[in-house]
C-alpha cells in the first residue's frame, strides 16, 4: 500500500514540479499600462482566499516594527521578558511543585525585501530559570531560513530548514516521567514544495525530512535513562490536486506517505519502531462570501510496522480548519485532525491522536487584542489498553504601547486524564503569565 501511494504522491509532486519549472518559459508580454504581464496565467484566481483579514494578520502600522536596513534585506531584533508562575512543574498527579520560572528570548529575524521572490532567517533562543528548582532551567535554541522562488504569478517553488536544541516539556505524553530533569531533543528538519496553478486546476507537491536526537536522562537513585530508542528519521512526500468549480470553492484530493526509521537496531528484547504509512484525503477548500473560508477534509489512514511485536494502525483519517468573521473586529478559529503518533512506551508503537480547538481573537481598539482559545484531544495507544483525554483553556491579551514596545499577559489551564488498564497518571496545570516585548 506505501509503495503504490508513494509512487502516487510523487507523481503528483513531480508533476508540480515540472509544470513549475516549465511555466519559466510562459510568454512575458508588456501591457497597455506598460506592467509586465504573463499571457499563460491570465484569468480569474480560482484559489486565493482573502477577502477578508484575521485579527491576528491584520496589519497596524502605527504598532508595527520597521526593522533595520541592511542593503536588501530588514532586519528586525526582538526580546521578550517574561515571568510565569506554574502550579505543577513536574505535570504529576500527587505532590505537586509550584514554582515561578523567568523567561528571556531573544529573537532575529532577517527578511528580504524584494517585489518577487522571498528570503527570511532566523535565530531565537530562550533562557529559562525557576526561582526554587535550578534542576528545571534549560537554555534553547533555535536557527532556521525559509525562501521562495517565484517562477511566474502562479507557480513557485518553497524550501526550507530549521535546527532545534530543546527540550521535552513536562507535560508531553511520551516525556518520561522518573526523570530528574527535561529530556533534551534536538531536531532538525528540511523541506522542499512546488505549486502549480492554470485555470481550474492547482497541483502541489511537498517532500518532508525531520529527525529527532534525544538526550539520555536519569531518574532519582541516578540511573539512567535510555532514551537511544527514541531517535529516528522521519520522511514523508505527499501530492495533491485541487480543482475549482467557482472562484471561492475547490475540491480537493491529497495522498501523503511516510517512513520512519529508527536508529537503534531491532533485537528480540527490543524490537525496533520502524514503519511506513499513508494517509488519503478528499476535501473542498472554500470562502463562503466574506464570512467563512476554511477546508475540510476526511479519508483513511494507516501506519504498517515493520515488527510483529507491534499493531499496525488504520481507520478514520480527517482534517478541518475554518475561519469565521462574525465582524471585522472578532476572528473565531475553529481546527480539528486525527494524525498516527510515535510513543516509547514499551510494547506499544503508537497511538492515534484526536484533536480540535475553538479559538477567538477580538480587536477591542486598535493596539488592545484579547484572545481566548479551548483545546481537545484525545490519544488512544494500540495494543495496550489505555486512553488519555485532555482538555486544555487560555485567555489572554496583547497590548500594543508603541511600535517598539508591547505587553502580553494570559491565564491558561490543562487538565490531563487517563483511563485503562495501562493508564498515566492524571494531571492539572495552572499557568499565569505576563510578558514584556521590545522589537525594533
Not at 172 to 179: L, S
Amino acid at each position: 500500500m506505501f509503495n503504490v501511494l508513494k509512487s502516487l504522491a510523487a507523481s503528483v509532486s513531480a508533476g508540480s514540479l515540472a509544470l513549475a519549472s516549465g511555466a519559466v518559459n510562459a510568454q512575458i508580454v508588456p501591457t497597455a499600462a506598460g506592467q509586465l504581464d504573463q499571457t499563460e496565467d491570465a484569468g480569474v484566481d480560482n484559489f486565493s482566499r482573502n477577502r477578508n483579514t484575521a485579527v491576528s494578520q491584520r496589519l497596524r502600522p502605527d504598532y508595527e516594527a520597521l526593522g533595520l536596513r541592511a542593503g536588501a534585506f530588514l532586519v528586525y531584533p526582538r526580546l521578550e521578558l517574561s515571568a510565569e508562575t506554574n502550579s505543577n512543574i513536574y505535570a504529576t498527579g500527587a505532590g505537586e511543585v509550584d514554582d515561578t520560572i523567568l523567561h528571556l528570548r531573544p529573537e532575529l529575524v532577517v527578511e528580504s525585501g524584494w517585489s518577487r521572490h522571498f528570503l527570511s532567517a532566523y535565530a531565537r533562543g530562550s533562557i529559562n530559570r525557576y526561582a526554587d528548582n535550578g534542576d528545571e532551567n534549560t537554555e534553547e535554541l533555535g536557527i532556521g531560513t525559509a525562501g521562495r522562488v517565484d517562477v511566474t504569478r502562479q507557480a513557485n517553488i518553497g524550501f526550507g530548514a530549521d535546527y532545534l536544541s530543546a527540550f521535552e516539556p513536562r507535560t508531553a505524553p511520551t516525556a518520561p516521567r522518573n526523570a530528574v530533569a527535561p529530556t533534551e531533543l534536538d531536531t532538525v528538519q528540511t523541506y522542499l514544495s512546488a505549486s502549480r496553478s492554470a485555470g481550474n486546476v492547482k497541483l502541489t507537491g511537498r517532500a518532508d525530512w525531520r529527525a529527532y536526537d534525544y538526550a539520555d536522562g536519569r531518574d532519582g537513585l541516578g540511573a539512567v535513562i535510555d532514551q537511544d530508542n527514541r531517535d529516528r528519521d522521519v520522511a514523508s512526500l505527499s501530492g495533491r490536486v485541487d480543482f475549482a468549480i467557482s472562484p471561492d470553492t475547490a475540491f480537493f484530493f491529497q495522498a501523503t506517505g511516510n517512513t520512519r526509521t529508527y536508529d537503534t537496531a531491532s533485537t528480540a528484547a527490543a524490537p525496533n519502531r520502524d514503519s511506513s504509512g499513508s494517509e488519503f484525503l478528499f476535501g473542498a477548500n472554500f470562502e463562503l462570501s466574506a464570512v467563512v473560508r476554511g477546508e475540510m477534509a476526511a479519508g483513511y489512514l494507516q501506519q504498517d510496522f515493520d515488527e510483529a511485536a507491534f499493531d499496525d494502525v488504520q481507520g478514520f483519517g480527517a482534517r478541518a480548519r475554518l475561519e469565521w468573521f462574525p465582524s471585522e473586529l472578532t476572528t473565531i478559529n475553529v481546527a480539528a485532525g486525527r494524525t498516527v503518533e510515535d510513543t516509547p512506551i514499551t510494547g506499544v508503537g503508537a497511538f492515534v491522536s484526536s484533536s480540535a480547538s475553538v479559538g477567538l481573537d477580538h480587536e477591542l481598539l486598535r493596539n488592545v487584542i484579547l484572545n481566548a482559545r479551548l483545546t481537545w484531544s484525545r490519544d488512544e495507544y494500540e495494543g495496550v489498553d489505555r486512553e488519555d483525554t485532555r482538555l486544555g483553556a487560555n485567555i489572554g491579551g496583547t497590548y500594543l504601547i508603541n511600535r517598539n514596545l508591547g505587553v502580553n499577559a494570559s491565564v491558561s489551564t490543562l487538565d490531563s486524564e487517563s483511563t485503562g488498564a495501562a493508564r498515566d497518571q492524571d494531571f492539572r496545570v495552572n499557568k499565569l503569565a505576563i510578558a514584556l516585548v521590545a522589537q525594533f
